[in-house]
């Protein structure tokens, strides 16, 4: 079931929305039916269903996966083996996730048909858009989209990020031009290859048309964020390339200076003393507002871990509203958010039921727990170890959930991928129509994230387990670790709080901080394949940072939680903190902080044998 979505008909669409959610259980069988009828004899389903293609026997006889149980199918294909190992459909290219396996991002077969699915629910937005915020269609859009590198596996597939897939595709690239799609920055500068020209190109093209800005935006908030960074840096050059209706020297990606020579125009010293002045300024609270003045919202996403975003957002943006408008992953684009001005902890997401066939794991809220993990835990609301161990029944239908409670999604998709486990944890809040409506917990295991990274607690052990083996040459052993993403600057950083003991009795005596440097760059050395290009490639996170904190820090740590409710007997070392107040105790008690100070080696990866 392929749908088709026309942008510029707002009517149409709002209605192909009320058909697909009152009728969501109908679609999803369908679905269903289609992918099984169209794979059945696949290796991976032929394996487990004979032929079969009924419903009972698929939840029967499938297995719920993880990704390390198709990766050994996923890495055949890359290495030449037919698509038909797992899809009927051909797969066309593989999608490099931010999750990783074994240190190496995870891959995602896709289909062609795939784009489209993934075209008809860019559309969707459209009208869901223009239902709220009016005039849409008398502006542009500011969004900073970017590509990363790619690499051709054996087989001479593409494997690239989703994004890079869709902005490269004649999807994106040939796009019927609607009152939605029409942005401040050329093609060209979004498909440079060299990150800081694009963006470099791209703040120049939004500045030039700033009069015609409706809405600015970027996908997640932290890429935005670090445009306004790059913009803080990077803003006396601009404005002389405004002044001089040139551009600088260093922009030497030709496709990318003649799209933005096009867009220069001529001399404007006006405009550039304009935004002279206004970036002059000592305070740049509501400098969105200032250089765009028509902008109606900020349009990135702030859900799950970008939420540590919000504030500064908000700062930048003088209380613009923020609109995380979808939810959507390599594997699949799940759904949209129908109620984008509402407020970011209100946002919840519909799936759309013919986006994949959607299932449930019940994901049982250990309450003695909850309180524990708001106040301490990671990025999370709860402890997700505690959680895990209390999934006790069937994995559930998309129309089937209940309100109120937590869910890990399950999907089906035309792509190959049967019964796969997202690793997303779900809270229902609502149906609209029949479909139900999602608030995004969190991502499951994850401890640490500043941009796409994601850090789960075994990651961290591991580098932290590594980088500690060095304290020996100091007669020191570390006692307690815990982290926290310090986003307080652009671009944030992993800080790890480590309290450290003498061997024997002695008093901690002062840290060599060559030592002390080197473990802070095992520990990047030793994080993943996805921390390392953020760090070391794209810049978006910065240094590590070991804070090293005095004796009975870890017990006073343990007080607060116990003072907040959490139970001594299974009290455990939350590995990440996110409480202001937890930080604090811990920040009060620092006797030495220390940076990494080389970018950790960072390897495009490889696929194969
Ligand atoms: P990737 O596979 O690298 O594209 O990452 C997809 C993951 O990003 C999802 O499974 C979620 O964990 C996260 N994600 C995507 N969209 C959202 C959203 N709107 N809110 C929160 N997290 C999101």
Redesign the pocket.
């Known amino acids: 079931m392929l749908l088709n979505c026309d942008p510029n008909d707002g009517e149409g669409s709002m209605r192909l929305i009320e058909e697909l959610t009152t009728n969501a259980d109908q679609v999803q069988q369908q679905i269903l039916n289609e992918i099984l009828s169209q794979n059945a004899e696949t290796e991976y389903l032929g394996g487990f269903l004979n032929g079969h293609t009924e419903k009972e026997m698929f939840k029967k006889k499938v297995p719920i996966v993880n990704y390390d149980d198709i990766k050994p199918y996923i890495e055949r294909i890359a290495n030449g083996e037919p698509s038909r190992i797992i899809s009927n459909q051909l797969i066309t290219e593989l999608l490099t996730?931010?999750?990783t396996s074994g240190g190496q991002p995870k891959m995602?077969p896709t289909t062609a048909e795939e784009l489209d699915r993934k075209t008809f629910l860019y559309n969707l937005l459209v009208p869901v858009m223009n239902r709220y915020v009016d005039g849409l269609d008398q502006g542009k859009g500011m969004y900073l989209l970017f590509i990363k590198p790619e690499i051709n596996t054996p087989s001479g597939l593409t494997a690239r990020?989703?994004l890079t897939s869709y902005y490269k595709s004649s999807n994106f690239r040939n796009r019927p031009i609607n009152t939605f799609n029409v942005y401040t920055s050329p093609d060209d500068t979004i498909l440079c290859s060299d990150s800081k020209q694009s963006m470099y190109c791209q703040l120049l093209c939004g500045l030039v048309q700033r009069s015609e800005v409706l809405r600015v935006g970027a996908v997640f908030a932290s890429a935005f964020l670090r445009a306004i960074k790059v913009l803080e840096d990077y803003w006396t050059e601009l404005c002389s390339n405004i002044r001089m209706g040139d551009v600088s020297d260093w922009i030497t990606d030709s496709n990318c200076r003649n799209a933005v020579i096009g867009i220069l125009g001529q001399p404007n010293p006006e405009l550039a003393d304009f935004i002279e002045t206004q970036c002059s300024e000592k305070s740049w609270e509501g400098i969105i507002k200032k250089l765009w003045p028509r902008t109606k919202y900020v349009d990135v996403?702030v859900?799950?871990?970008?939420a540590q975003y919000i504030p500064m957002l908000e700062f930048y943006s003088g209380g613009l509203p923020l609109v995380?408008t979808?939810?959507?992953?390599?594997?699949c684009y799940f759904g949209v958010n129908l109620n984008p001005l509402s407020k970011p902890s209100d946002v919840s997401?519909t799936l759309l039921p013919n986006m994949a066939y959607f299932e449930f794991l019940p994901v049982e809220k250990n309450r003695g727990q909850v309180h524990q993990g708001v106040q301490c835990n990671g990025t999370s609301d709860h402890s997700l170890k505690e959680e895990e161990e209390h999934i006790k029944e069937e994995a559930v239908d998309l129309t089937t959930v209940k309100c109120g409670h937590y869910y890990e999604l399950v999907l089906t998709t035309f792509t190959g991928l049967y019964r796969y486990r997202?690793?997303?944890i779900l809270m229902v809040t609502g149906f609209y129509n029949n479909a139900p409506q999602f608030r995004?917990v969190h991502?499951r295991n994850v401890v640490l994230s500043i941009d796409?990274d994601k850090t789960n607690e075994d990651d961290l052990l591991n580098a932290v387990t590594q980088a500690k083996l060095l304290l020996e040459s100091l007669r020191c052993i570390l006692t307690e670790y815990t982290s926290y993403p310090d986003t307080s600057s652009i671009p944030g950083h992993y800080v790890l709080f480590w309290e450290l003991k003498m061997r024997g009795n002695g008093e901690l005596s002062e840290l060599n901080t060559t030592v002390m440097e080197e473990c802070c760059n095992i520990v990047e050395e030793s994080l993943d394949y996805v921390y390392r290009r953020c760090r070391s490639k794209d810049k978006s996170i910065g240094p590590l940072e070991i804070r090293v904190v005095k004796h009975g820090t870890f017990d006073a740590l343990m007080d607060f939680c116990v003072s907040q409710g959490s139970s001594v007997n299974q009290y455990k070392t939350p590995r990440c903190i996110k409480d202001s107040e937890a930080i604090e105790i811990l920040n009060a008690r620092v006797v030495g902080r220390f940076f990494s100070r080389k970018a950790p080696l960072w390897k495009q990866y490889t696929v194969g044998t």
């Open positions: 996730s931010s999750g995602m990020p989703v996403i859900t799950g871990s970008m995380s979808m939810y959507a992953s390599s594997e997401y997202v690793g997303d995004f991502r796409t």
